[in-house]
């Protein structure tokens, strides 16, 4: 009988072990990004990978997403570095772009074009300042009158007195009360 004590790795194998063997530590297979480019047209083309990308694009899944996921793997196969990635996640992205138009796939490129979104740090300050002087002035100045009158009608009420004697005998008032009744 084969137990799990068996099969786990000695430790301090991973000191010993050869590092070089795994594929991203060896130079990469691509270095020119054209060639780069012609095998990822050729891979990303063949009808099982197509399907599978057009299917991911059809669930809603981002093209940026889909392109990153076929890059990491690349780079995991040592096809290509990491650096690299930065180069190809354009040109893949819109490779998978025009082969969602060419099969009528809705698709949704994970970028949102809006226009008015300058988001720097002087941006949101004022944003800020805007939102908490000007809005936040304009619904207290319309509530007012409402919580004023909340607030009389309170003060007004016998109930808000039988509440503070409801208090004092029960709760913690009440057992830190002198059972003589002094305080």
Do not use: H
Request: with cysteine; hydrophobic share 35%.
């Amino acid at each position: 009988m084969v137990s799990a004590w068996n099969s786990a790795p000695i430790p301090g194998e991973n000191y010993t072990s050869d590092t070089k063997n795994y594929p991203w530590r060896q130079p990469p297979e691509f270095t020119d990004l054209e060639d780069c480019l012609d095998y990822l047209s050729r891979r990303v083309t063949q009808f099982k990978v197509a399907n599978g990308v057009l299917s991911m694009a059809e669930m809603g899944i981002p093209l940026y997403k889909i392109s990153s996921m076929i890059l990491t793997l690349g780079v995991g196969e040592g096809k290509w570095t990491v650096d690299f990635t930065l180069l190809l996640a354009g040109p893949l992205t819109r490779m998978i772009e025009l082969m969602c138009i060419g099969f009528d796939v809705e698709y949704d490129l994970g970028i949102e074009e809006d226009e008015n979104d300058f988001t720097t740090g002087d941006f949101f300050k004022n944003e800020m300042d805007l939102k908490s002087t000007n809005k936040f002035f304009k619904v207290v100045a319309e509530e007012m009158p409402e919580i004023k009158e909340a607030a009389e009608g309170a003060e007004g009420d016998e109930g808000s007195q039988s509440g503070e004697q409801d208090l004092q005998t029960s709760g913690f008032m009440a057992m830190t009360k002198s059972p003589e009744g002094d305080e």
